[in-house]
C-alpha cells in the first residue's frame, strides 16, 4: 500500500469508493431498493475524486514524459466513469440500471488497479516525499471546493474539519 502524502490519500479513497460500490450491491442482492442515497454519495465522490485527481496529480505528472500514456489513460477512465453516471442518471428502468451499475463497478476497479499499480510507481520515480506531501494537501482542497462547488456550499481549504497540523505532516511521510 503506498503510504505517502497525496498516494496514500488516493489509495484511502480509492478503498472508501469500493466500500461504497459494495454497500449498494450488498442492498441490491438483499433486494432492497434503497441505495439511492448511497449512488447519490458515490456519484459525488467518484466525481470529485476525478476532478482532484486530474487537476493535482496528473497535472504534476504532466511535466515528466514517463508519465503521460499514464496520464492520458487515466483521463480517458474519468471521462468513461462520468460517461456511465451520466447515463445511470438517465436510466429509468430497474433492470438497465443495475446492468449500467455493473459496468461502472467494472471501470472503477479497472481504473484503482491501473492507478494504484503503474501511476503510483512512476508518481513515486519523478516525485520527491515533499512534494508528495504538498500534493495530498492540494488534493484535499481540491476534493473539497469540487463537492461544495456541487452541494452550493462555501469550500473550505480543508474537507476534513478534523484535520490537525499533525495530521497534515503525516500526509509528508506517513509511519504505516
Not at 15 to 25: G, K
Not at 75 to 103: A, K, N, P, V
Not at 135 to 154: C, I, P, S, W
Request: proline share 1%; with cysteine.
Amino acid at each position: 500500500m503506498p503510504n505517502t502524502g497525496i498516494l496514500a490519500k488516493l489509495h484511502q479513497h480509492h478503498l472508501s469508493l469500493t466500500r461504497l460500490i459494495r454497500d449498494i450491491n450488498e442492498r441490491i442482492d438483499l433486494g432492497e431498493n434503497d441505495y439511492g442515497a448511497l449512488y447519490v454519495e458515490l456519484r459525488r465522490e467518484l466525481l470529485s475524486h476525478s476532478a482532484a485527481e486530474d487537476e493535482v496529480l496528473f497535472s504534476a505528472l504532466a511535466a515528466h514524459e514517463q508519465c503521460r500514456e499514464d496520464i492520458r489513460d487515466g483521463r480517458d477512465e474519468h471521462e468513461e466513469i462520468e460517461e456511465i453516471l451520466h447515463e445511470l442518471d438517465r436510466t429509468e428502468d430497474e433492470d438497465e440500471w443495475l446492468t449500467t451499475f455493473q459496468e461502472l463497478e467494472d471501470a472503477v476497479q479497472s481504473h484503482i488497479d491501473e492507478v494504484e499499480t503503474g501511476t503510483f510507481a512512476v508518481a513515486t520515480q519523478v516525485l520527491d516525499t515533499a512534494e508528495l506531501g504538498r500534493l495530498a494537501r492540494d488534493y484535499q482542497r481540491e476534493r473539497g471546493r469540487v463537492m461544495a462547488v456541487g452541494t452550493g456550499k462555501e469550500a473550505d481549504d480543508d474537507e476534513d474539519d478534523d484535520e490537525t497540523p499533525e495530521d497534515l505532516e503525516a500526509d509528508e511521510v506517513s509511519t504505516d
